[in-house]
């Protein structure tokens, strides 16, 4: 069945290191989704990217969607304290609109 | 702040009781989704509702019983649990299929979740 898997399923940064998270789609996605979860909260959608190669920047955190709309990434730059939490992706696929398909989670700590 | 209102925050049962879980939203979207969430893991799909009609199951167990009495609210009727479905419970809204295409169709708004407690 349809899967997105996601790595690495931890981080631990220094302030001001960079870190990534991938996200790989077994299936072709119409979307893909971010989303942030701060410890004990609720997940917070960041970005939605739609076309092949599409490429989205807000302010530290640039988000990729590749060329065969499989996989995607988020990049964030110099990390500050404030973007601890989990980052997941979350693909929609063409044949089941309501559904969205979520990555396993990357778990980022920054240490101060 | 969400703009998706769960209740209760805290729920703690036996697995003799029935309890219901509510979430109400006034963005006008027509979809609705219930998730359940365990620790370290990501939101897992249970329900969802489109036009207040159930459009997705994912073989949830029937001592979980959705309701959707109307576009904006959304219930998880709860009997004879077992400890191992004690998880965050999450409710979500989007905009549904009616707002364009399916490449438009907007982003899932969490509530902040029911943390379920089953002794």
């Known amino acids: 069945g349809q899967q997105v898997m996601q790595i690495p399923q931890y981080q631990h940064v220094q302030e001001g290191e960079d870190f990534t998270t991938y996200c790989n789609s077994s299936?072709?996605?119409?979307?893909i989704q971010w989303y942030k979860q701060r410890p004990g909260g609720h997940p917070v959608f960041l970005i939605q990217?739609?076309?092949?190669?599409e490429v989205k920047k807000q302010k530290r955190l640039t988000f990729q969607f590749g060329e065969a709309k499989k996989n995607s990434s988020l990049h964030i730059t110099a990390t500050q304290t404030t973007d601890v939490g989990t980052y997941f992706c979350?693909?929609?696929?063409?044949?089941?609109?309501?559904?969205?398909?979520f990555g396993s989670g990357t778990k980022l700590n920054v240490k101060p | 702040d969400t703009e998706v209102t769960q209740t209760p925050k805290h729920l703690v049962m036996g697995m003799t009781n029935k309890k219901s879980l509510k979430c109400e939203q006034h963005?006008?979207?027509?979809?609705m989704y219930w998730y359940k969430q365990k620790a370290k893991k990501p939101p897992e799909l249970m329900f969802v509702?489109?036009?207040?009609?159930?459009?997705i199951n994912e073989s949830v167990p029937s001592r979980f019983s959705p309701e959707c009495p109307n576009s904006s609210l959304l219930n998880l009727h709860l009997h004879a649990l077992q400890p191992e479905d004690s998880a965050l419970y999450l409710c979500?809204?989007?905009?549904?299929?009616?707002?364009?295409?399916?490449?438009?169709?907007?982003?899932?708004?969490f509530g902040e979740g029911s943390r379920l407690t089953v002794l």
């Open positions: 979500a809204s989007s905009r549904g299929r009616s707002a364009g295409t399916a490449i438009e169709g907007g982003e899932l708004f």
């Open positions: 299936t072709t996605l119409s979307n």
């Open positions: 990217l739609v076309k092949s190669g």
């Open positions: 979350a693909g929609r696929v063409y044949y089941n609109f309501n559904k969205f398909y």
């Open positions: 963005m006008g979207h027509r979809a």
């Open positions: 509702y489109s036009y207040e009609k159930l459009s």
